[in-house]
Each structure stands twice: as structure tokens, then as C-alpha cells.
């Protein structure tokens, strides 16, 4: 077996609007047996165009760039996105340790060799009082893994409460940010762009 863990912290802006959950981080952005990557943090993975895309979904008329984490900190900071992974940490086979399928999570979960991060008493009430995104669209095992982390954190919210969008990857950075700004204008009730 080999021990996949996400020791990326979350995220919490001093004035948080929203708040976007993820699975667990990228396989680049796990420490994996011990073996810890040189940076760590959300959606680090290239092929994965989470950045491009928030970019473009709160200053759609500036082209997106690359950022280094600490400019990645300044825009979530800047536009109030709290940000947090919710498994804390798989076994998996050796063959599967590589492998950036949520499938892999999911499997684990059922076989319960999953843990949830713990969450802060201000990331709860950022839960409770915020809209919530989730980068994936909803589907039965990232319900089952939604409701695992909020049972082992003593959450009592609908699972309703929880806003999918479509996933970052393999996708059109500037199609895929339309449907993001659209989708949270929905669930925020205003405009993200004045």
C-alpha cells in the first residue's frame, strides 16, 4: 500500500465570499510515502486550467497568466475565495499511487482507507454562512465523499448547499469561464463583474 496526502492548508481570505472545495490535491501537489513535493498548492497541476479559468471569471477582459502561489494567494485574497481540499489522506496500491482519477479516491473511501481533513471552527462557519462550489460536476461518489467529510466534521447542512461546476480540466479555459461566472452568479444572487 502506499499513503497519498494532501498537506495543502486551506485557504481562508480575511474578508471570504465564496468558498471552492476540491477532492484531494493534484498526484504533483501530494506527498506521496513520504516523498514531498517542492511546492504544494490548489490545482497545481499545468493540465489543469482552474487558474486560467478563475482568472477569466473575475477579470475577463485581462488575459490570464501564469502565477507563481503567492500571486495565486494575492487574487484569491483580492476577490474573498476561500479555498479547501476535503480528504486528507488515501491508501491506495502501489499500482494506483500515480494515478489523478477521483476514482482512485472514491475506491478508497468505500474501502475505508480515506481520511477527511478536520475542519477550522472559521472554515465551518464559512460552510455554513457562504455559497459553496465544488470543481466537479455532482455525481454519486462525489456526493458519498461530500457527506463522508461533512459527518466527520459534525456539519449539518444539505448537501444541496453545495454548488458544481463543471471540472477544470480538458476543457475551454474561456468557454469553461462563462459557465463558472454564470453558475455562481446564480447561487451569490449578483454580478462577480460590476
Known amino acids: 500500500m502506499v499513503i497519498s496526502k494532501d498537506e495543502i492548508e486551506t485557504f481562508i481570505p480575511k474578508k471570504p465570499k465564496i468558498l471552492i472545495l476540491g477532492t484531494m490535491g493534484a498526484i504533483i501537489a501530494r506527498t506521496i510515502d513520504d516523498n514531498r513535493p517542492k ?47 476535503i480528504v486528507k489522506e488515501i491508501r491506495v496500491n502501489t499500482n494506483d499511487a500515480k494515478n489523478p482519477s477521483d476514482d482512485i479516491i472514491f475506491i478508497a473511501q468505500k474501502k475505508r482507507r480515506l481520511e477527511f481533513k478536520v475542519t477550522s471552527e472559521q472554515l465551518k462557519e464559512i460552510i455554513e454562512k457562504k455559497p459553496i462550489f465544488f470543481t466537479c460536476r455532482s455525481k ?48 451569490i444572487n449578483k454580478k462577480i463583474i460590476v
Not at 501564469?66 to 479555498?83: N, Q, R, S, V
Request: net charge positive; proline share 7%.
Open 39 to 85: 511546492e504544494a498548492f490548489y490545482y497545481h497541476d499545468n493540465r489543469n486550467h482552474f487558474w486560467k479559468i478563475i482568472q477569466l471569471v473575475f477579470k475577463p477582459n485581462i488575459e490570464p497568466k501564469k502565477m507563481t502561489i503567492d500571486e495565486k494567494k494575492i487574487f484569491l485574497e483580492e476577490h474573498g475565495i476561500a479555498m479547501s481540499n
Open 140 to 187: 454519486p461518489g462525489i456526493s458519498h465523499l461530500i457527506q463522508g467529510y461533512f459527518s466527520h466534521n459534525n456539519i449539518n447542512i444539505p448537501i444541496s448547499k453545495i454548488h458544481h461546476l463543471p471540472t477544470p480540466t480538458r476543457c475551454n479555459p474561456q468557454k469553461r469561464s462563462n459557465d463558472w461566472r454564470n453558475e455562481m452568479e446564480k447561487h
